[in-house]
């Protein structure tokens, strides 16, 4: 197989959830109210998430944002945690807290996420438009986020701890909890022939993100990870993949939550 053939069967795909920084939309971090939910909940006296109006920040659908959480809150019991999630809405209105759907423009976007039931009951808390922001550091010390694409339609974030009871969370007094919002540009994933059994996968990073590179020979199906998962610096990374025995491929890169 010479690198003319490899080079015809080489198909590079990008993931929607790669995304990477860009200065046009300055970053604004919002303060969120570790007891305050926008998901149902049950015998807990939580207060109600405030909406954030995107067209106050300069933001309309179409656009992509960088979500990062700051800070962190306790939960109770004595335990910091850094969990964060999301829902874009139409409207402002957040119904009572006794209602599943409480967020009545809610607009999915993202990965959706599953909640907890109550603490209180084992009420069902999910709701399908949601996303989490920030999931548990993985590896330890290092701070994830997540790139998204405002959906058609939206013109309010409601933002909130991931909890099952909200009103004994407090916030961290020197470390306040919130949400740092960004604007971004869209990845661009590149591959180049390196030699007759080789390719190079090239993509632009978010510091600190990790990515892992996956390969198929059917674009639905029969995704695998090739190499170790790479954490982004904030330019460009490649990795390097064998061409030996293979007609065709799919490439893609994947976050690492």
Request: proline share 6%.
């Amino acid at each position: 197989m010479n690198a003319k053939s490899v080079l015809k069967g080489i198909v590079i795909t990008m993931m929607l959830h790669g995304y990477a920084i860009d200065a046009q939309l300055l970053p604004t971090t919002v303060l969120i109210d570790p007891k305050a939910a926008y998901l149902r909940v049950n015998n807990d006296p939580a207060n109600n998430a405030s909406p954030i109006n995107l067209a106050s920040l300069g933001i309309s659908p179409g656009e992509i944002l960088r979500l990062t959480e700051v800070g962190d809150w306790n939960d109770g019991t004595g335990t910091y945690r850094v969990q964060l999630i999301g829902v874009f809405s139409s409207n402002s209105v957040l119904l009572a807290q006794s209602q599943l759907n409480r967020v009545s423009g809610a607009i999915a976007a993202g990965t959706p996420l599953i909640t907890r039931p109550t603490q209180s009951g084992s009420l069902p808390t999910d709701i399908p438009q949601d996303f989490l922001i920030q999931p548990p550091e993985n590896p330890p010390g290092i701070r994830t986020n997540i790139s998204i694409r405002v959906p058609l339609g939206a013109a309010f974030l409601f933002v909130s701890a991931n909890d099952s009871k909200f009103s004994d969370n407090s916030d961290d007094s020197t470390n306040h909890f919130g949400v740092l919002i960004e604007g971004g540009t869209e990845t661009f994933v590149s591959g180049s022939i390196i030699s007759s059994n080789s390719i190079s996968i090239s993509w632009n990073t978010d510091s600190n993100q990790l990515y892992q590179a996956q390969t198929s020979m059917f674009l639905s199906s029969g995704w695998t990870n090739f190499g170790t998962p790479m954490l982004g610096v904030g330019s460009a990374i490649a990795i390097t993949n064998s061409t030996v025995g293979q007609l065709a491929n799919f490439y893609r890169i994947m976050r690492v939550p």
